[in-house]
Nanobody, 126 residues
Framework: QVQLVESGGGLVQAGGSRGLSCAASGRTASIYAMGWFRQAPGKEREFVAAITWRRGTTYYADSVKGRFTISRANAKITVYLQMNSLKPEDTAVYYC???????????????????WGQGTQVTVSS
């Protein structure tokens, strides 16, 4: 199994920035990619960003392109999400997830991920 622990959530004003971290432990050798998803109150969980572990290929939802940046630190087995120009609609619980990968991996489907963190709340005030 893989354990994922997110950190960095909190309250931020609109237009501000916030960085999230997700540390992986356990059977981390099985990780092909890691991603961030979010779930706002009353809404479905949605894809935010993902990164493949070996090559560092990144994927982004259209709603965050140009504002959010996903990165990884291989030695620490940690993935980061730097969020800039935050908007009130970015308010959500942000979840980190890990994927063993597949031939058809696209990055954006929840079904592609095997393990999930507990989530961290990000609230953007207007």
């Amino acid at each position: 199994q893989v354990q994922l622990v997110e950190s960095g959530g909190g309250l931020v004003q609109a237009g501000g920035s916030r960085g999230l971290s997700c540390a992986a432990s356990g059977r981390t050798a099985s990780i092909y990619a890691m991603g961030w998803f979010r779930q706002a109150p009353g809404k479905e969980r949605e894809f935010v960003a993902a990164i493949t572990w070996r090559r560092g290929t990144t994927y982004y939802a259209d709603s965050v392109k140009g504002r959010f940046t996903i990165s990884r630190a291989n030695a620490k087995i940690t993935v980061y999400l730097q969020m800039n120009s935050l908007k009130p609609e970015d308010t959500a619980v942000y979840y980190c997830a890990s994927s063993k990968g597949s031939y058809s991996y696209t990055g954006g489907s929840q079904n592609e991920y095997d393990y999930w963190g507990q989530g961290t709340q990000v609230t953007v005030s207007s």
